[in-house]
């Protein structure tokens, strides 16, 4: 009996170890192929801090003030931005159905494709991380927070943009627009430019069920050591924001290629 056990333990120790080694292995498909595409770039990089300068200029705070609300924005542009645009391409020339043929799970692919877009988005977003600390000093009260929250905000809007991605086209405008329509209103209702303590009750209410609210929240404590909620339940939340887009993607997905 023992010994059936552990072979049972050992067969389930290497499936696990086989769908984690194929989900890597399209993550790294992706960030070679997709990282310096020029619209990858523009849409990770200088439309978020486009738009962030827009909103900013004329506030009455210091520049090195308003560097945790780029972070957000850039994490949730960035890390959402690599697979809606690399699903549809690759549906184009028929790439996609050798994934979908593998053997592995689907939910090894929802998970490989959400890691190009997380590791794509952590590194955009040290640039103005960086920035803030060398030109306008600006201080991190909790440097181990930080790190947590870009983390689990990468990974949770690099998860909504495998899901949008789920959507059978080969037309990466189609999804974009799609996504679009989320991500934007997203930033007006999270607190990244309004305190979410200054809304109506009702934008408060709204604000809730935004992912990014927990996110900014968290890098603002980071930041200035004041937060709406806890850390621990910012954390929490985006956990089940991230189990819920994995499983909705998964389904997706079956849904879409039956």
Known sequence: MGSMQLINQL??????????????????KDMRIYYLKSNII???????????????????????????????????????QIEPVSIPMERRVK???RLLSAPISLYSLVFGESLSGFFYSLGIACLPLVIGVIIFSTTIVHATVLVIAMIFTAFCFATLGTLFAA??????????????????????????F??????????????????????????????????????F??????????????????YLYKTFNE
């Open 11 to 28: 067969g389930y120790v290497k499936h696990i170890s086989r769908e984690i080694s194929a989900a890597w292995a399209i993550a790294k």
């Open 42 to 80: 523009v849409a990770g990089i200088l439309f978020p801090l486009f738009m962030f300068l827009a909103f900013a200029i004329g506030k009455n705070a210091s520049p090195g003030t308003l560097i945790p609300g780029l972070i957000s924005i850039t994490l949730m542009f960035s890390s959402s």
């Open 95 to 97: 790439t996609f159905e």
């Open 167 to 192: 959507y059978p086209t080969e037309n990466v405008g189609e999804v974009m627009s799609m996504l679009n329509t989320v991500r934007l209103p997203l930033i007006f209702i999270s607190g990244v």
């Open 194 to 231: 309004l305190p979410i303590s200054s809304m109506p009750y009702i934008g408060q209410k709204i604000a809730l069920i935004s992912p990014l609210t927990y996110g900014n929240d968290m890098i603002e404590y980071a930041y200035t050591g004041k937060s709406l909620f806890s850390p």
């Open 233 to 250: 339940l910012d954390i929490i939340v985006l956990m089940i924001f991230i189990l819920i887009f994995q499983i909705t993607a998964n």
